[in-house]
């Protein structure tokens, strides 16, 4: 499996910004599509956000206007820049690779979840 650790997680009040980072191993001539997911106590796990290889970016509703992704391949990190922070917001984070693309002889190693960081909005 690729290896994602994911930061940036913390306890900010209501209308507070977070920036979560997603930082991936380096795996050669193995491209992954990335996207965020985050899961509250009790609840499912749910999509956040994601972005294509294509560098086509997807949004959940609940998010749409007020979070951001973006990807920086050189250091292998995905973002996630969330602003105006909901209480709703509240939940353990993960980030998600999934095999896109090989371009190698060799296979590529899976996709994986990351550890997860916690994002807690207060009122």
């Known amino acids: 499996q690729v290896q994602l650790v994911e930061s940036g997680g913390g306890s900010v009040q209501a209308g507070g910004s977070l920036r979560l980072s997603c930082t991936a191993s380096?795996?050669?001539?193995?491209?992954?599509?990335m996207s965020w997911y985050r899961q509250a106590p009790g609840e499912e796990r749910e999509f956040v956000s994601g972005?294509?290889?294509?560098?086509?970016?997807n949004y959940a509703d609940s998010v749409k206007g007020r979070f951001t992704i973006s990807q920086d391949n050189a250091k292998r990190t995905l973002y996630l820049q969330m602003n105006s922070l909901k209480p709703e917001d509240t939940a353990m984070y993960y980030c998600?690779?999934?095999?896109?693309?090989?371009?190698?002889?060799?296979?590529?190693?899976?996709?994986?979840w990351g550890q997860g960081t916690q994002v807690t909005v207060s009122s």
């Open positions: 998600k690779a999934d095999l896109s693309s090989r371009r190698r002889r060799g296979p590529c190693p899976d996709g994986s």
């Open positions: 380096e795996v050669y001539g193995c491209t992954y599509s």
């Open positions: 972005i294509d290889s294509d560098g086509t970016s």
